[in-house]
């Protein structure tokens, strides 16, 4: 079992920046792929950014590319979503997910974390 726990979430306004992190309590953390998944209020849940379990595979959704950047240290059990010029429809509720490759489905996820809230003032 991996727990997962996010944090780093707030409110900012309109183009200014926020640094999430996740912590996973597993000892075969390098053994995941992590995720950065979003749900906005009414909508579905949606795919934000992935990382291999290198580090060195990474993907971005269209809206997010070239603003947030994922990033791990496998040393603390971390990842993390650097995320500027934040926008309002940016607001959401971010969650982490660990599964077994890099992807930008939520299904192909194993675990979840319960997820931070950030909201972007315009």
């Known amino acids: 079992q991996v727990q997962l726990v996010e944090s780093g979430g707030g409110l900012v306004q309109a183009g200014g920046s926020l640094r999430l992190s996740c912590v996973a309590s597993?000892?075969?953390?390098?053994?995941?792929?992590m995720g950065w998944f979003r749900q906005a209020p009414g909508k579905e849940r949606e795919f934000a950014a992935t990382i291999g379990r290198s580090g060195g595979t990474t993907s971005y959704a269209d809206s997010v590319k070239g603003r947030f950047t994922v990033s791990r240290d496998s040393a603390k059990n971390k990842v993390y979503l650097q995320m500027n010029r934040l926008k309002p429809e940016d607001t959401a509720v971010y969650y982490c997910a660990a599964g077994p490759h890099p992807a930008t489905v939520a299904a192909d996820y194993d675990y979840w974390g319960q997820g931070t809230q950030v909201t972007v003032s315009s």
């Open positions: 597993t000892r075969t953390f390098n053994w995941f792929s």
